[in-house]
């Protein structure tokens, strides 16, 4: 098990590496059917997103704003990251946010609440050397001159174990932020 772990890694880096070698490949739907992202690429916030004071994230699914502790984590999901945390809510208002950078990423998920251990099963899997689950995700790194507190929109896909976990389509991105956010990625 181990060796498949160590395969399967092996075969991401070079997913990851190949793509900085020509423009990032965004899956339009969950269909195999593929489109660069545009050099040009931005998102346009068209409602207002409210981020709770003491917070610099806020989460989008299903089309709605919500909670970091209702997310399902198997379904796809959204965060727009702050660079600050204030002790008072903020928003997030309407306009365009050019993407300066993009990135596909991956991360283990031993956590379904925060702080707390999803379960000694998780525990137990890492003991043994075999692959936890993992959430794939796209990381767009935002510019606006009128909002230059908004950082990132970071959208993730189901979490799964590492052979079947995917990153999001785009179908599946603009699902998770709903009619709070429109997608210009190609």
């Known amino acids: ?55 610099a994230r806020v ?5 709605e704003v919500i909670n970091a502790v209702n997310l399902k984590l198997y379904d796809t999901n959204c965060e727009l990251k702050l660079n600050q945390l204030l002790p008072v809510p903020q928003q997030i208002h ?19 609440t925060p702080g ?12 043994a050397h075999t692959p936890s689950n993992v959430k794939r995700f796209w990381r767009f790194t935002l510019k606006s001159e009128t909002q230059p507190n908004v950082k990132h929109i970071v959208c993730r896909g189901p979490e799964d174990f590492p052979s079947n976990a995917k990153l999001p389509s785009y179908s599946e991105m603009q699902q998770s932020v709903g009619n709070y956010i429109e997608l210009h990625l190609f």
């Open 1 to 55: 098990m181990a060796h498949t772990k160590q395969i399967f890694t092996f075969l991401f880096l070079i997913t990851l590496i190949l793509s900085g070698c020509g423009q990032m490949q965004i899956e339009q739907q969950s269909n195999g059917h593929f489109h660069a992202l545009k050099d040009k690429a931005w998102i346009k916030i068209i409602k207002e997103i409210p981020v709770p004071a003491e917070q």
């Open 59 to 63: 989460f989008l699914q299903n089309g």
């Open 94 to 112: 309407p306009g365009k946010f050019d993407i300066i950078s993009a990135s596909a990423e991956e991360s283990t998920i031993v956590f379904s």
């Open 116 to 127: 707390r251990i999803r379960s000694q099963y998780a525990a137990n899997l890492q003991l």
